[in-house]
């Protein structure tokens, strides 16, 4: 942090006034993963199969017991991660059910090995229902196989992370061809921009405390970085959820999308790659496109909390929950600016980490059971009572908040 | 309908009183339904290529250029119709956008002639952006052709509807694979009640005073009914979406499906059938199961509006707009009461007719730009503000308000 922004921050003496209300977030943090990762234990361990049921209802019941491979891939992360970095989760429960759901993902996943595309979602015992034809599977495949590795040391994890991520940045960059999409006449070369999002985050997960894979998948990262970077459009007015592969706006609807939470969600991201190459020039460019603009955009000025969808022409959008605010949009948001105010001081970003994380706490956290509800009206009435469902798993609140309990820490 | 039910409509000599409200009714529907058009007419129409465009804001501004088949489709099909059937709308400017709209099709919604598969969307232009592995836009393309046979007597037209027609019902009773779905092992075999009714409806729209492709289909009809009827379990106490082919609830979310609006589509379709078949026993049950159940357990008894989705064991829904109030289900359930009541005479299910208009014309209409509303908030506020979109374009409304008006006028 620059001294400059020390000195401001320090000025009027409330640094000790900040420094407590900071101390008590860790708390209230700290406590709110305990009982996040506690519904988690109690009520989605499948003893019989392995994996994880994330059909919950409001109380933990299932009412679903297929398994989406996306949240399986994302709960053995997490439950690495938290084993690997939190003492207080250094337990073999978390260990052995991350272990299991590593075992139901290589036995099951894929659908054709040694190919390596993977089902979207499989049955309890782990035969394919529906497969998508995108890299998302394939890329939380490789996140918990990863973790796995480095919670266990067990190689083969590795090894089948490091070829999974030869193969899916194959699809994106070589030949697309094996994800099975038809080529029609008609449809845009869009790219999604979580596209270079997940595959930067990727290169962040192999290339942690990792020379080799770091050197490996430098020029990837800057690859990925520059993508994420051309869906800033409009001199810059504007974060496009979808734009053509040489950076210009689309048209109609998909050229228009706007997804505030998600743009948020690749500002920690690129923040995060600006930390790796030490480019303040670019974190400023971050903080202001990615952080910032994605907030005056699109919080709602009447109820509160993040749209789900925009138009940049604020036409009505036509997804019919645009309106309504999402559990991950929120979590996302509270680490981009706690990450934000960490890396450059700005008070700016503190408040603005408090206002989303106290209407965070105040809308989507059920006191009576546990975990976050995970989708409210517009007016922030909840409108699913599910905890979990094909979407919401165990990731992004116990993420949200595992990480914003280590940055409220190192404050 | 039967003399003992004639007696009770006329007991209490309030036989005029209801008269005046049906005749009050009719010119309400009648006005709204020269509304309705008027808007399609003045906004939907592209006179460069030919067919229309459905992305159309309140006011009726293009926010978006694509075309989507089934609405270009249903757009043909519903300007035929009123063409044909409404003295006022027999004139020249509706028959020659139906046939630009026709052409279009003829011209643009199969990917690869002589194939039958059609794209699901076009772009402006006709260019495919994108297919369905479905019989939908087949299905539209089939009502289309056989509704411009009817309003210009070209040939040509009903050559494509009846070849078509085979495919379709190929695809369905004999062979999916044309389809391009991929057979995965954990998939059940699930057949989405959309698929005979859909069917059903073909059967009556083909077969409407042509002796002979009534004939050819008779079997047909009588097979998408005994599928239909599959859909109503636990004892009747239930009409889920989705069932195994040979008529057994699914497991979790995707058996446990129920969507009111639909259920009552399928009673209209059935109760058409009967009148075909001239069953009374079959009536019975229709109104029983298709139209009086679906009501008892899919209005809301806090906001009034039907569902769009409900679990049958009151699970919350995953869809996020489960709560939502959508225009088709009302307008579905405005024509199912209406000729339920037509047939049977019974009282009670023209006051549900009245119970429904009323909601509907409250919620649903814009009296400032025209046409409806498609979605409202589970309290019955505008939640978008389209008129048209990739599933709402010149169809349901204009359908229901024009056989509503028929029915009206016949009683």
Request: charged residues 25%.
């Amino acid at each position: 942090m620059s001294k400059g922004l020390r000195a401001r921050r320090a000025s009027g003496g409330d640094m000790e006034k900040e420094r407590e209300t900071l101390q008590a977030w860790k708390e209230r943090v700290g406590q709110e993963l305990d009982r996040v990762v506690a519904f988690w234990m109690e009520h989605s361990h499948d003893q019989e199969h392995g994996g994880f049921f994330t059909c919950l209802d409001r109380e933990g019941r299932v009412y679903d017991d297929l398994k989406y491979v996306w949240l399986q891939g994302r709960q053995v992360w997490m439950y690495c991660r938290l084993y690997r970095t939190f003492q207080r989760f250094h337990h073999s429960q978390l260990l052995n059910a991350a272990k299991a759901g590593g075992e139901f993902l290589l036995r099951y996943a894929r659908l054709a090995p040694p190919g390596k595309k993977c089902a979207f979602v499989l049955t309890r015992d782990g035969r394919p229902v529906k497969v998508q034809r995108t890299i998302f599977s394939e890329c939380f495949y490789t996140m918990a196989m990863n973790e796995l590795w480095r919670a266990t040391g067990e190689v083969r994890y590795q090894t089948e992370a490091v070829e999974m991520m030869d193969q899916i940045v194959h699809w994106v960059r070589e030949d697309a061809s094996g994800l099975g999409r038809p080529q029609l006449q008609g449809a845009p070369t869009a790219e999604p921009m979580a596209v270079p999002m997940m595959l930067l985050n990727l290169v962040e997960q192999l290339g942690e405390a990792d020379e080799e894979l770091a050197g490996k998948y430098t020029e990837l990262g800057d690859w990925c970085a520059r993508r994420i970077l051309q869906h800033v459009q409009r001199d810059g007015q504007a974060v496009l959820e979808n734009v053509s592969e040489d950076g210009k706006e689309l048209s109609g609807c998909l050229g228009r999308q706007q997804n505030p939470g998600h743009a948020l969600e690749a500002g920690w991201f690129l923040l995060r790659h600006c930390i790796r190459k030490g480019d303040p020039e670019l974190r400023a460019h971050v903080l202001d496109k990615f952080l910032l603009l994605p907030f005056r955009s699109g919080w709602d000025p009447d109820h509160g909390g993040l749209f789900y969808f925009q138009d940049a022409d604020d036409f009505c959008p036509t997804q019919l929950e645009w309106a309504m605010k999402l559990w991950w949009p929120h979590s996302e948001a509270m680490i981009a600016f706690l990450m934000g105010y960490s890396e450059s001081g700005d008070p700016v970003l503190l408040r603005l980490f408090y206002q989303v994380a106290e209407y965070t706490f105040r809308q989507f956290r059920d006191p009576e059971y546990g975990e976050w509800f995970g989708y409210l009206s517009r007016e922030g009435k909840v409108a699913l009572s599910i905890k979990g469902g094909p979407f919401k798993g165990c990731f992004h609140v116990p993420r949200c908040l595992a990480m914003c309990e280590e940055m409220l820490g190192a404050l």
